[in-house]
């Protein structure tokens, strides 16, 4: 992960634009192209901004871009809700003078939240900021096996999925590890310089060759809902809708809540391997 927010938001606009085809966007392709995507006088055009200072965004220089011109890239771009949320952080980030180091306090989980997950009769977890696994009640502990006797510092949900072996109890672990790690970018440009931002990032990125490939992509994903499938070793596949639902208080841990769709086989499934915890 890239300690500079600028060079952040210039490799975002660069990933972006070199995946978007000129037909995309009403453009002739034209013969001769040499460069992915668009060309960087074609996406300063489009977005009605001068070719050099498009060009210097996309070196990390310092330029700072108003709202409305952030806006028009979005438009130009073909954004999504999420994405133009994104663009708009980063640039708010490479906006931001540098400040001394700031302390962080460990991420806890309130007596009175753990108290909610153990009345709780769905899979429940709390998730730090950067997916770290904090709590979970019994269910969620029975989806998440043996990864509940992991060290703190490794129970983090990528890790949990990166691994090429998980595609045994996972039926869409790619698709799950992207959701992720898009999850995670979103949440390390609201706060780039957090240390556990920092070294987590580091860590898989050393780790996994999946991790690095996936990162340099620069995809990002709203942690807010979801779907995963598990095939659990006692009741079979579940496929499970996810919800996660913020702590009050400052930006931090969110309880995610799996559920199944009422009378299905999955309900059914979770049921019984509620049953055989002896928790319904």
């Known amino acids: ?23 995309d966007v009403g ?11 668009l060309r960087r006088e074609e996406l300063a055009l489009l977005a009605g901004v001068s070719s050099d200072y498009y060009q210097r965004m996309e070196q990390g220089r310092d330029v700072r ?28 980030a490479a906006r931001t ?19 909610l997950l153990h009345t709780m009769t769905s899979p429940a977890l709390v998730v730090g900021r950067f997916l770290d696994v904090l709590a979970w009640n019994p269910l969620g502990g029975a989806l998440l096996g043996e990864f509940t006797r992991q060290p703190l ?42 240390p556990r931002a920092v070294e987590l990032v580091g860590e898989l990125a050393v780790r996994s060759d999946e991790f690095a490939a ?27 809708d996810w919800d996660a639902y913020p702590i009050p208080g400052n930006p931090g841990p969110a309880l995610m809540v799996c559920t199944a ?13 509620a049953d055989l915890l002896g928790t319904a």
């Open 214 to 240: 996936l990162w340099a992509l620069h995809d990002v994903a709203e942690p807010t809902r979801g779907q995963i499938s598990l095939t659990h070793p006692q009741v079979g596949e579940l496929n499970l």
């Open 153 to 194: 510092r490794e129970r983090n949900l990528l890790a949990l999925f990166l691994h090429p072996e998980a595609d045994r109890t996972c039926p869409n672990r790619a698709a799950t590890v992207a959701e992720l790690i898009g999850m995670l970018r979103t949440q390390v440009a609201a706060d780039p310089g957090h």
């Open 97 to 115: 003078p540098s400040r001394s180091p700031r302390s962080y306090e460990p991420e806890e989980v309130p007596d009175t939240t753990q108290r």
């Open 27 to 37: 453009l002739e392709p034209g013969p001769r192209r040499r460069v992915a995507g």
């Open 261 to 273: 769709v009422e009378g299905s086989p999955d309900a059914e499934r979770l049921q019984r391997l």
């Open 1 to 23: 992960m890239s300690d500079d927010p600028r060079r952040e938001l210039a490799d975002f606009l660069r990933t972006r634009r070199t995946r978007l085809r000129p037909e």
């Open 65 to 92: 871009p108003s709202e409305q011109v952030l806006d028009a890239l979005a438009r130009a771009l073909n954004f999504s809700a999420e994405e133009s949320r994104h663009l708009h952080s980063l640039a708010t």
